[in-house]
């Protein structure tokens, strides 16, 4: 399967729609993420870009519209089957497992654990040796891109917030995704381990042609980070382009000075 369609686009999204006790939360967004770009996904609070994640990643199954992922349909697939396809998300609370380690946390992140079918165990414990060898030496090499490797035998639960933060999304680089959605990866993160965070963002895209998709609150780091911004507004796609042109359409300066409000029913895709 070739890493995007004809048209340079790696993830497109037709009409997408999805309520919550009758309200609107995605109301028919529609926007393309170009191969191999880094591009950020903003808008006020309850503009449903927490949603939309949810949606892509599979969390939540749109009511009508057509997401594709490399030209092939994923709007009806489970989350394992989007993320073995190569897209992967990180989460606005994170998810890490707190009474494991660190490392242990790493491992499981990875595809082809031995330990998913007993019968390769028994029956190959050469090869799941191998494989757990692997999977450890990766672990290893990951925690020490995001500077956690002297945690790795810690409870994930001792980290601060902005250790888990980098402890998902080294995480997500577990699987080599052609594709990282980004919630909110800077929030809670000190400067300093933010700063690393967006190098090694930067890194992966100019070294492996990793595509991101952010959502972030910081305009600094939009503007400074993204190549392109999209742009939510009760639901909907308000404006799409470069960092200077958006910031400049009236469109959004209107929904950032308060026109946008947050629907009532979405307090479960709190952004």
């Not at 950020?40 to 749109?62: E, R």
């Not at 009511?63 to 030209?71: Q, T």
């Not at 933010?194 to 190098?199: F, I, K, M, S």
Request: overall charge negative; hydrophobic content about 40%.
């Amino acid at each position: 399967m070739s890493a995007q369609n004809g048209n340079g686009r790696i993830l497109e999204l037709s009409d997408v729609v999805k309520h919550f006790g009758g309200v609107a939360a995605v109301a028919g967004a529609e926007l393309d993420v170009r191969t191999g770009s880094i591009t950020a996904l903003i808008g006020p609070n309850g503009a449903g870009k927490t949603t939309l994640f949810n949606i892509v990643s599979g969390f939540y199954k749109p009511e009508r519209g057509v997401i594709s992922f490399r030209d092939e349909r994923i709007d009806r697939k489970p989350p394992h089957a989007i993320a073995q396809r190569g897209l992967v998300r990180t989460f606005q609370i994170t998810k890490a497992l707190t009474k494991m380690s660190v490392l242990e946390n790493m491992m499981l992140a990875a595809p082809n654990q031995p330990g998913e079918h007993l019968w390769r165990l028994v029956l190959t414990p050469r090869a799941s040796r191998s494989r757990e060898a692997e999977v450890r030496e990766k672990a290893d090499e990951l925690l020490k891109l995001v500077r956690l490797d002297r945690l790795a035998d810690d409870y994930a639960g001792t980290l601060s917030g902005g250790q888990r933060k980098l402890l998902e999304f080294a995480r997500a680089l577990m699987s080599d995704p052609t594709m990282i959605m980004l919630d909110e990866p800077m929030a809670g993160v000190n400067p300093s381990l933010g700063l690393e965070l967006l190098d090694h963002m930067k890194r992966l895209q100019e070294e492996q042609g990793t595509t991101f998709l952010l959502i972030e609150h910081d305009m600094e780091v939009v503007m400074n980070v993204s190549e392109r911004v999209i742009v939510m507004n009760e639901g909907r796609v308000i404006s799409a382009g470069p960092p200077d042109e958006v910031r400049n359409d009236q469109a959004v300066i209107d929904a950032y000075l308060g026109t946008g409000r947050r629907p009532a029913a979405e307090t479960e895709a709190s952004e």
